[in-house]
């Protein structure tokens, strides 16, 4: 129950403990700590301010002040700030519950802070603005103030966690520190209340409390202890406000009593005996038969007595008083005398417990909001509040004086202004002088979201049935709706003149609501399946709607007239046209025409269209259904703008491919390499052609698993045309691009929150150029680059085609072109270590061919080393083929042996090459074979690798009788491809289920 302890600095003082524990010495003593940490960001801003900055040999000297230093309560929200990157974070709608909200102000201006995914938001409530404090790459897991609200904490909990401190009043980060718990973050912390010292509580398996002085440079707790995790899992920690070296923290059992005052960093665990749970059950206006026997207590967040040496615990509707003496840590015991039980402090069960100004706070899971003095009298309760479970209570630390006066002319307790926050993500804010409760946040559990076609709304739904419309321009709900019977929207959408937003629901609803009352014209919802719809879409002319389901269905509705003048949706038909889930739904026109055609891509890998025209209700037809990968799996697709005369459409797999197909043939006409940033693309959508003159172009906007990112159209592969930055670090769901191009909003698969995204193209094309031009891009992609040994072999290797083809004659006469024939691709492809299929050999063909038909009307039959680069640059695998996927290949192919390892019996092996997929002749796999076996037909005796010995003339059974009956994945890795790598090495995967 000991820690280590470590020698302490104290930043940029010398000052004694009593002088620390002075209020105003300690603020200074931070400001000057945190100066240290923007010391060179201020450096740089004075400098661009025209600021002189004198350098010497040994130090450098700032003629301005610290940004930081010279900030008050008016900075944060008075600055301009400009936008420096190709997508910022404009505005998050959504917070996450399972964080507090604190009051940082409510005096002149009514301002909050909580979190919201992995950004820490600051709300002006009296202007109606966001400042949002962004750093951390994963979500963030917990935030504290300091008791002066000048210090704000954020932490996380991801690989390679961040512990950021900022100050309030700049918004500007004064120390960061990294990996604070390795292996398990930042779960809970506190400042002290002189907020010089920081403690952290890990979520490792063994769990960790430290206790940092977060001002200084030195970058380790200078206190730390570890816990037993018999105590169970701690989830909060606290200062004892009146004595820094004391702490406390809880888990669902237990309650743990730390300090320091003897040097180092001790624990004692404190948990009740069951007779008091007993009393506690016996007390509770509605008993839970099941408490005795669960193994946990469920306790709330305990808290310090400001005067007595007592620490309160919530238990259900009481409070557990511990008498907590100064050497309890040292002696481990603790007397039964010492535990006193207050029964009945509250009806229901308490689920906040705080205090403030000499009196205990408490809320329950009714809403209910009580005040108690030291003894537990009851003083007051705020009513009607119309809340449900409260999670949090923060009290202002400004207070008016009139209201002071007030109090002691009326006798009555002085109770400050706060905020409370409630399990439904609603947010109060209660003037305690007047009651007066002003709600300052409603947000739903947001899931889906659609940008309106011409106007700065945005639709949004959540999961509790909840539809609002934002305007996004003046920050604003215009409209909102609640479902009764339909809940759990799953889709929203516009229909491309904006009269319409259709929503879709798990229970395979659909609603079709007008645009700007949220009202439908027919009273009962469309419905022509059980199953969850996942993808709604309306077709151009906004006369057709089709969903997708979960039950990998599409359905159509059309508008047409039923009886008299009034239009109605009606049921046109459903088709189970994919066999497994699909990824996409899209209207577009038919080449020619103004009717509309219908398309649905599937993880089936099968691209189908719908024949709308022949469909009849109750009927809907097919049209054409096609494969359009041999191995990876589609993801999304999306109309490529009209950049050449030849229409296209794009589609993304999970193999980092972006394909061009057109949009008539359906003939892979491109295939490229897209955006690498540690997931595919699972959603894009094109933005309108900016008007600025000098981009003037199209872009694309994109999400993976966890960003969101955009992409400067034509597409070529070059990987310095994209940029994306972390949206949703647990994942993102759904984007939606505005009718203008300026924003992108993206929802949060888990966190419920939607972001607001910047766009700033000028950004994005500044970033490609300095990539470079024409060809340097790509000579990135190969190894050593434009001077390294791969790029000469490439280049000799295509010197040879040139021979081979034209002959060493013609090549000495000085007339050979820079070209080769498209026949030479696939042995140049091989020669350089990548290996297509058939299919794909085919796709370059296709590509080459046809890539100047629709300009000249002709073919292109040879190709140059700078196209061929571009070629093998954007077909071969994004990241080559892994040890683990063969591994993975033999697991589901093959059986397990006594080891444990997947094999494959030989005749396996060669009928699945004989007789699957692009299937191969017995020829072919003896040539492959003796190759990857030397089996050399020049040498008449050669050992092979199990001991026999080769002929001169090597027959198909002879080179097959080499081959082991029994053939392992470790043997086919290593002994017929010759790795040197191993599946330990690479990470083997899991076998498939």
Known sequence: ??????????????????????????????????????????????????????????????????????????????????????????????????????????????????????????????SNAQHLLQGHSHQISCICVSEDRRWIATADCGSQSMLIVWDSYSGIPVQTLFDCHVGGGVIAMAFSSNAKDLVTLGGEKVQRVCIWDWTSEVRKPFLWTELSPEHGFQDYISFKPTDRTQLLSGSKSHVLFYSWAKGNLQYFAMKPKRSILAEVQKALTQPSPGLLQNADVLFCKSVFHWENPQILTPILGSIMVWDVMDDLVENQYLPVEKILLIIQLMKHPISVLTVTDGCFVTGSTEGEIHFFDETFTYLTEIDDLNLDAVTSISF??????????????????????????????????????????????????????????????????????????????????????????????????????????????????????????????????????????????????????????????????????????????????????????????LFGVSPGSTQPRLLSLGMDRQLVEYDLKKSVTNQLLILSSERIEQSATPRCMAWYPPLSREHFLLIASDQYKMKLFNSTTNMCRKTLLGPTYGSPIKQVAVLPKSKEAKINAYHLAYINEDKVGLQILPLDGNPYNSSAVICHPAGVSALSCS??????????????????????????????????????????FLEGGRDGKFYR???????????????????????????????????????????????????????????????????????????????????????????????????????TDSTGQPVLLKHELLDSLQLQGERMTEEELKQCFATLLSLNEDEEKEETLWGASGGAECSVESVFQRLPEEISAETFIHSILGSTSSVEQSGRPSSPN
């Open 1 to 126: 129950m000991s820690g280590t302890k470590k020698k302490r600095k104290d930043a940029s003082t010398n000052c004694s403990d009593e002088e620390q524990k002075a209020p105003g010495h300690l603020h200074e003593c931070a400001v000057v700590g945190a100066e240290k940490q923007v010391k060179h960001r201020d450096e740089a801003e004075h400098i661009t301010e025209g600021n002189s900055v004198e350098t010497g040999p040994d130090k450098v000297e700032m003629t301005g002040q610290s940004l930081v230093y010279t900030a008050t309560k008016d900075t944060l929200f008075g600055q301009k700030t400009t936008q420096n990157h190709v997508l910022s974070p404009e505005w998050v709608l959504g917070r996450e519950s399972s964080i507090p909200v604190f009051c940082l102000q409510d005096h002149d201006k009514l301002i909050v802070l909580y979190a919201g995914a992995h950004v820490g938001i600051i709300y002006n409530h009296t």
């Open 396 to 585: 202002s630390k400004e207070c008016a004086e009139e209201y002071l006066e007030d109090c002691f002319l009326k006798a009555k307790p002085f109770i400050r202004n706060f905020v409370v926050s409630t399990a439904s993500l609603k947010v109060v804010h209660v003037n305690a002088q007047n009651n007066i409760q002003t709600p300052l946040l409603q947000h739903n559990p947001l899931q889906v979201v659609a940008c309106h076609p011409s106007q700065p709304a945005v639709a949004m739904g959540s999961q509790d049935g909840f539809l609002k419309v934002w305007d996004y321009k003046n920050k604003v709900i215009i409209g909102s709706r609640a479902f009764d019977t339909d809940r759990d929207i799953q889709c929203v959408t516009f229909d491309p003149k904006g009269l319409y937003l259709a929503v879709g629901f798990g229970s395979g609803s659909v609603r079709i609501l007008d645009s700007h009352t949220l009202q439908s014209d027919q009273e009962e919802s469309l419905r022509s399946t059980t199953k969850c719809i996942h993808l709604i879409t309306f077709s151009a002319d906004s006369q057709y709607l089709a969903t997708a389901d979960s039950g990998k269905g599409v359905t159509v509705f059309h508008l047409q007239r039923n009886e008299g003048p009034l239009l109605r949706w009606m049921y046109l038909g459903r088709y189970c046209s994919h066999y497994k889930p699909i990824v996409d739904l």
């Open 739 to 780: 009718y203008d191009g300026r924003f992108v909003f993206t929802v949060g698969a888990s966190d419920c929150c939607v972001f607001s995204w910047e766009i700033n193209l000028n950004v994005l094309e500044a970033a490609a150029a300095l990539g470079g031009k024409d060809m340097f891009p790509f000579y990135s």
């Open 793 to 895: 072999d490439m280049e000799d290797f295509f010197y040879y085609c040139q021979i081979q083809v034209y002959g060493p004659d013609l090549i000495k006469k000085g007339r050979v072109p820079n070209e080769i024939p498209l026949s030479e691709v696939p042995s140049l492809m091989r020669a350089v270590g990548h290996f297509p299929t058939e299919k794909e050999i085919e796709d370059m063909h296709n590509e080459i061919k046809f890539s100047k038909y629709a300009e000249t009307g002709k073919h292109v039959t040879d190709i140059n080393l700078e196209d061929f680069i571009k070629l093998y640059v954007n077909h071969r695998p994004a990241f080559g083929i892994s040890i683990d996927e063969i591994y993975q290949a033999f697991c589901i192919s093959g059986r």
